[in-house]
Structure formats: C-alpha cells, structure tokens
Nanobody, 126 residues
C-alpha cells in the first residue's frame, strides 16, 4: 500500500514562490512514475508535472514549464514541486500521484495513477 502525503500549500501573492512536498511510504521504486496534478475549484483535475523516479526525467505541462520544477530526493522518498512566479490561475488543490507505469510521468492522464495524496490547497491572489 503506497501512502502519499502532500504539504507546503497556502495563500500567496502573485509573483511569490512555494515549494510543495510529497512524502511517500510503503512503495518499492523501480521504474515508477510520480506526478503532480491540480484541480481548480469546479474544474477537472489536470496534469502539472511528472518525474521518472528511477531516471529523474521530467515532463511539464506547457502552462507551468519554466516556472515550476519537479524533483525527487530518493534518500528521503520525497518528491517536490518548486513553484515560482505564481499566478492567480495557479490556484488549485495540488495532488501528488504515483504509479508503477514507467511512462505515465509523461503527461498522465490521472486514470493511469493508482495512488494519490489528500491534496494541498494553493491560493494565489493578485
């Protein structure tokens, strides 16, 4: 049983930065994919960024590329999302997700991920 716990969300002003963390337990990483998704209020969950746990390869949706950076610390079994130059449109609940599918980090979709955290709210005001 994989357990994912997000932290680091909160209210910020436009232009600020935040770093989200996703701590993991109960998994054996071989060729797993992990990712960050977000869900704005009243909208569908959308892919934000993904990482291959074994290779460290990353992938971003166009709207965050250049502003967000996904990374992982294998020793700590923790994934991160560094978010810079935040904009009001980044407001959403952010979820981390994991799957053993090795290529799922390349954009999802959400249905390809079978383990999810509880989410952390990020609110960006103008």
């Amino acid at each position: 049983q994989v357990r994912l716990v997000e932290s680091g969300g909160g209210p910020v002003q436009a232009g600020d930065s935040l770093r989200l963390s996703c701590s993991t337990s109960g998994r054996a990483f071989s060729s797993d994919s992990m990712a960050w998704f977000r869900q704005p209020a009243g909208k569908e969950r959308e892919f934000v960024a993904g990482i291959s746990w074994s290779a460290g390869s990353t992938y971003y949706t166009n709207t965050v590329e250049g502003r967000f950076t996904i990374s992982r610390d294998s020793a700590k079994n923790t994934m991160y999302l560094q978010m810079n130059s935040l904009e009001p449109k980044d407001t959403a609940v952010y979820y981390c997700a994991a799957t053993q599918s090795p290529l799922a980090y390349l954009g999802g979709p959400a249905a390809n991920f079978d383990s999810w955290g509880q989410g952390t709210q990020v609110t960006v005001s103008s």
